[in-house]
T-cell receptor, first 116, second 111 residues
Framework: EAGVAQSPRYKIIEKRQSVAFWCNPI?????LYWYQQILGQGPKLLIQ????????DSQLPKDRFSAERLKGVDSTLKIQPAKLEDSAVYLC??????????????FGSGTRLTVV | SQQGEEDPQALSIQEGENATMNCSYK?????LQWYRQNSGRGLVHLIL?????REKHSGRLRVTLDTSKKSSSLLITASRAADTASYFC???????????FGQGTRLTINP
């Protein structure tokens, strides 16, 4: 099966600009996650979708970050306006729910964002 | 939510040696997963061990789980340069099915 696709691969923007990341999960995977990984740290969950509904966005900085998953397939994550501390790799992951809880996640390669 | 804590934070060994890294967690789980991350890449799912399993093998990987001690270990045998990466454990439990990652173990295999 095809993997989780993310684009762009790299992005450099100035602070206060806006940016959007795109994720196409594995076909049929109902659950989609966005993680933020700052250099040297583990990934931090930003938001979890089940189909096109939000399950958990408790760690999403909602004053500047937004995410949507229209039609329960592709997802976009937006930052507006960006701050220097948003420099990180943004990872998208998806998971099938058909196999119950004992099934791993598939991650995309991530988008590396640099805010200058 | 669950979070695993990996130990050690960094590990450096010679090629061919075995590498062992440990994971501790705090609450009950359905399963525990291990992931690898090569520099600048996404995470790759290595192995999942269910709460009713004690040991699981996959190629050169061996994972153990001790639910009474709330701990797990990942053993990589006959290490290779390509095993150089960060390794994360992710305990999973409850209905939300979200993985919370710790800082990981940074493994370096020296030629």
């Amino acid at each position: 099966e095809a993997g989780v696709a993310q684009s762009p691969r790299y992005k450099i923007i100035e602070k206060r600009q806006s940016v959007a990341f795109w994720c196409n999960p594995i076909s049929g995977h109902a659950t989609l996650y966005w993680y933020q990984q700052i250099l040297g740290q583990g990934p931090k969950l930003l938001i979890q979708f089940q189909n096109n509904g939000v399950v958990d966005d408790s760690q999403l900085p909602k004053d500047r970050f937004s995410a949507e998953r229209l039609k329960g397939v592709d997802s976009t994550l937006k930052i507006q306006p960006a701050k220097l501390e948003d420099s990180a790799v943004y990872l998208c992951a998806s998971r099938s729910t058909r196999h119950g809880p004992n099934y791993g996640y598939t991650f995309g390669s991530g988008t590396r964002l640099t805010v200058v | 939510s669950q979070q695993g804590e990996e130990d050690p934070q960094a590990l450096s060994i010679q090629e061919g040696e075995n590498a062992t890294m440990n994971c501790s967690y705090k609450t009950s789980i359905n399963n525990l997963q291990w992931y690898r991350q090569n520099s600048g890449r996404g995470l790759v799912h290595l192995i999942l061990i269910r709460s009713n399993e004690r040991e699981k093998h996959s190629g050169r990987l061996r994972v153990t789980l001790d639910t009474s001690k709330k701990s797990s270990s990942l053993l990589i045998t006959a290490s290779r340069a390509a095993d150089t990466a960060s390794y994360f454990c992710a305990p999973s439990g409850g209905g939300a099915q979200k993985l919370v990652f710790g800082q990981g173990t940074r493994l370096t295999i020296n030629p």
